[in-house]
Nanobody, 121 residues
Framework: QVQLVESGGGLVQPGGSLRLSCAASGSISSINTMDWYRQAPGKQRELVAGITSGGITTYADSVKGRFTISRDNAKNTVYLQMNSLKPEDTAVYYC???????????????WGQGTQVTVSS
């Protein structure tokens, strides 16, 4: 069973930092793009950052210069380093990845369970 498990959320003061991790596990043949999304109360889920298997990154304008996405392909893990956090960054953060399971041909999209990030004094 292929799954994504996030960790690293919590409560932090404005200006603080957090690092989120998302590990893929199971019978995986390959992992393509890995992304972080977030959803604040009453708002739609939005793309925060993404990284291809080759390391090409993309960021939402609202987090550019503050957040850094990276991945360790050997560990099937993607990270999101969040610095200079603002109250408006408060949301549930979800990991998303396109993966091909062992013996499979087509890519399937997987989601993690989400981790809460709260930025408040």
């Amino acid at each position: 069973q292929v799954q994504l498990v996030e960790s690293g959320g919590g409560l932090v003061q404005p200006g603080g930092s957090l690092r989120l991790s998302c590990a893929a596990s199971g019978s995986i043949s390959s992992i393509n793009t890995m992304d972080w999304y977030r959803q604040a109360p009453g708002k739609q889920r939005e793309l925060v950052a993404g990284i291809t298997s080759g390391g090409i990154t993309t960021y939402a304008d609202s987090v550019k210069g503050r957040f850094t996405i990276s991945r360790d392909n050997a560990k099937n893990t993607v990270y999101l380093q969040m610095n200079s956090l603002k109250p408006e960054d408060t949301a549930v953060y979800y990991c998303n990845a396109g993966m091909i399971g062992l013996g499979q041909v087509f890519e399937t999209e997987y989601w993690g369970q989400g981790t809460q990030v709260t930025v408040s004094s």
